[in-house]
């Protein structure tokens, strides 16, 4: 009986009181948007983005049970990239079901299209309801109590000196082509460098081509790192090989969805990057089709129906990491 109530309790737990040592994260499968939970030791949690609202509540309900599963009673920060549909869309709904203390944004939406200005409303009642705001600039440093989070773009600026690790110069630059401007709330994109311990993650939303040249080039701003979230889905407009190819992340991680994203273009350029032991996708791309998708035990939906399956990582504070996918508990450890 002993035995049993021992179990039960370990069960209830949260992560913190269980012991962890580890950075837990969460690549949440929003069929194309965005959602990645990240919780410290102590249990402090950073949701990026909130994936797509509508669908019945698909992505709000997703990311509910991911944070369920961390044995999380709140989301302590909760960063919004940018104000587009498959970022901030999805925070009302995420918000109406489960606490959220401080939304982290870039200030305010400039899009004034008529999508923009509802998901701008939406969003400022969440924060009217009683949720902390916090709008950052490139170079704002939040010191998280498990997390150093190192802002290196927003509202269309960037750093201007190297974060810790970054400040190389950058031998593609020379030839570095831009594209069109873009003046999309993409641009405007919240970018951040996670470090735990000696363990670099990079997140840069939906950063457009020339923004990430601005900071690839000439010296790349932020360094090698050990795992990179593919820009803007893993699609070509972004995902230039003068700032993936600078990353050198030991692994990469693409949030495309069946027909989003997932560019044949962009997928070569990651997997060609110097360094590179595994990419891993949550979708199955279409677009891809035989010559860019990686082997299916590293995609997490296979299908374009899908159940929504994401990829998982734990971090240690030395740098040592593992991917898993949660379709079929394939999982492969990164040794320092
Ligand atoms: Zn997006």
Redesign the pocket.
């Known amino acids: 009986m002993r035995f049993l109530v021992t179990i039960v309790v370990c069960l209830t737990l949260p992560l913190a009181a269980a012991g962890r040592k580890s950075l837990s994260m969460s690549f949440i499968d929003t069929e ?3 959602a990645t939970l990240l919780v410290g030791p102590s249990g402090e949690s950073l949701l990026i983005d909130a994936g797509f609202p509508g669908n019945g509540g698909r992505d709000a309900g997703r990311i509910v049970a991911a944070a369920q599963k961390a044995g999380l009673k709140k989301i302590d920060y909760l960063l919004v990239t ?1 104000y ?1 549909l ?2 901030v869309g999805g925070v009302p709904e995420f918000a109406a079901r489960f606490p959220v203390g401080t939304v982290i944004d870039h200030g305010d939406n400039t899009e004034t299209t008529k999508q923009g200005q509802a998901l701008e409303e939406a969003y400022r009642k969440v924060i009217a309801s009683g949720v902390k705001r916090l709008s950052v600039k490139p170079g704002d440093v939040l010191g998280l109590k498990d997390m150093r989070v190192e802002v290196v773009t927003a509202r269309g600026e960037r750093i201007r000196k190297p974060v810790q690790g970054g400040g190389q110069r950058n031998p593609l630059c020379a030839p570095a082509a831009g594209k069109d401007p873009d003046p999309s709330e ?1 641009a405007r994109s919240i970018g951040v460098v996670i470090t735990f311990g000696r363990f670099r993650f990079v997140d840069l ?2 950063l457009t081509w020339n923004k990430e040249l601005e900071i690839a080039c000439p010296d790349h701003m932020i360094g090698p790192v050990d795992l990179y979230l593919t820009t ?2 893993g699609l070509d407009l972004s995902n230039a090989p003068q700032m993936v190819h600078g990353l050198k992340p030991r692994v990469a991680i693409m949030n495309n969805g069946a027909r989003k ?1 997932g560019s044949p273009a962009a997928w070569k350029v990651v997997s060609a990057s110097p360094g590179l032991e595994d990419l891993w996708q949550l979708h199955y791309s279409l677009a891809g089709g035989q010559d860019a998708n990686v082997a299916p035990d590293r995609i997490a939906n296979l299908e374009e129906k899908c159940q929504g399956f994401g990829l998982e990582v734990e971090a240690q504070r030395d740098g040592a990491f593992t991917v898993k996918n949660l379709r079929n508990g394939n999982s492969r450890n990164y040794k320092r």
Request: no cysteine; aromatic share 0%; net charge negative.
């Open positions: 194309g948007g965005q940018h587009h498959d970022h993409n939303g939906d803007h889905h994203g």
